[in-house]
């Protein structure tokens, strides 16, 4: 096997180990919504009875939560995205470039490179790079669904904390190819 290929496949392993850990996060962290999803009155396991029974009560109304979920977050970042909320755009197919500055323990603790394994996974192209002042710089170009997939895998990230983030739509780079890492 040559460098390249194993270069490839450590990168694909250890993005299905970022994957793989994610899923346990969010388990670990939403263990009493997903019992009180999956075990009925009897305590016995009926995951469909119990998402049926969740989406007939969403339309009450319910009390704002303080802490959004990953996929909560995720959603109201394609809300924001301004091709969004246009009539025919499809998140799901149409691209946009966005340019974003992270702000918070986003430097020392592997951003640049999550993002650019994120990034390639879904297809996305751009840049990431680290600035003086501590922050992280962002340009990703592609779908509103995987700019906002990206940001959800970042945003779940172990030793990764994102305090703020500055997102502005900037014009698109025709025959952009790949997603890299800047600076030292």
């Known amino acids: 096997m040559d460098h390249e290929s194993m270069r490839a496949l450590i990168g694909t392993?250890?993005?299905w180990a970022m994957g793989i850990a994610a899923v346990l996060y969010l388990i670990r962290h939403n263990w009493e919504q997903i019992r009180e999803i999956c075990l009925d009155e009897n305590g016995k396991f009926d995951p469909i009875g119990g998402l049926e029974k969740k989406f007939s009560q969403s339309s009450e109304p319910q009390e704002p939560s303080q802490e959004l979920t990953p996929d909560e977050r995720f959603m109201s970042l394609l809300?924001?995205?301004k091709g969004a909320q246009m009539a025919g755009f499809d998140p799901e197919r149409d691209h946009v470039r966005e340019h974003i500055i992270f702000r918070g323990r986003?430097?020392?603790?592997?951003?640049?490179?999550q993002a650019m394994y994120a990034a390639r996974t879904y297809g996305l192209t751009g840049w990431v790079e680290n600035l003086p002042d501590g922050s992280v710089e962002m340009e990703v170009q592609g779908t509103p669904a995987g700019i906002g997939r990206v940001l959800t895998h970042l945003g779940s990230g172990h030793w990764i904390r994102i305090d703020d983030m500055e997102v502005?739509?900037?014009?698109?780079?025709?025959?952009?190819?790949?997603?890299?890492?800047?600076?030292y």
Do not use: C, M, N
């Open 13 to 15: 392993v250890l993005l």
């Open 79 to 81: 809300a924001k995205q």
């Open 106 to 113: 986003v430097q020392g603790v592997g951003f640049r490179y």
């Open 168 to 183: 502005e739509e900037i014009p698109l780079v025709p025959d952009e190819r790949g997603f890299g890492v800047r600076g």
